[in-house]
């Protein structure tokens, strides 16, 4: 589709903040051509508007968040993902607080709502990204690395790497959008226990548990330490001695860490603002990484377009 697309119509999804823990309601509305992504915090005096682009990112530590002035919004990439692989150019979102609402950690009741709802095609062309030769950018500090080359569509693949016996080296890949909503959208987030200590003392995931996120459990630590952080969070106590994931359901492929790795890649290049046609290559994704890329292939896009 070279068309612009928007909803046709409004939906809401209500959940608790993955990081601040309160109950959130998150409404999408069909927006005009040339809207992009706009987010609105109708909790705040005078409702104000921040777009969901890359330039506007102020946070990458544990999510994308987005700000402008003393305005945030967090944990937006799930959202923006569904968006934009669904074929979503315009939309305005009305959240009532600081952060979308978690969900169970992955995109598919986004999906299902954007495919309840329908799209309507727009009277405007599509702003694409489509690069004709390789494109490519590096990280040495996060050593990440991104890769696009020319094709006619947007075909991703991802490799994910951490030190850990239980999540080893993954990759995943997406070689039609078509196929987001069967094989990418369900894919939760993951977490490792080594770092909910930490988060929880910076005053983060007050709303994890194990419905919305996969647990991972590498390095044995005491009962009443593991017990004090599953209380804190309000799940239930776990044999120290048991390592390996902790997640209220089954994993739903045996990759599905990387699988989400590349739905967050997708939700944070949608805030470039452009389409993107290329087989597109990411080595040790993350936010950080997502961000700056997204910001380079802006610029890159922004270039190209206005030569034309």
Known sequence: MSHQNTLAASFTLSGKGLHTGLPLRLTFHPAPADTGYRIRRIDLEGQPVVEALARNVIDTSRGTVVGKGDVRISTIEHAMSALYAMGVDNCLMDVDGPEFPILDGSARYFVQEIQRVGLVAQDAP????????????????????????????????????????????QYAALTAMSDYAADIAAARTFVFVRDIEPLLQMGLIKGGDLDNAIVIYEQEVAQERLDKMADTLGVPHHDATQLGYINARPLTWPNEPARHKLLDVIGDFALTGYRIRGHVEVLRPGHTANNSYARDIAIAAEYMNNKR
């Open 126 to 169: 599509r702003k694409y990204f489509a690069p004709t030769e390789k494109f490519s950018l590096s990280i040495p500090e996060l050593s990440s690395r991104l890769v696009i080359t020319p094709a006619d569509d947007y075909q991703l693949e991802v490799e994910i790497s951490f030190e850990s016996d239980f999540l080893r080296p």
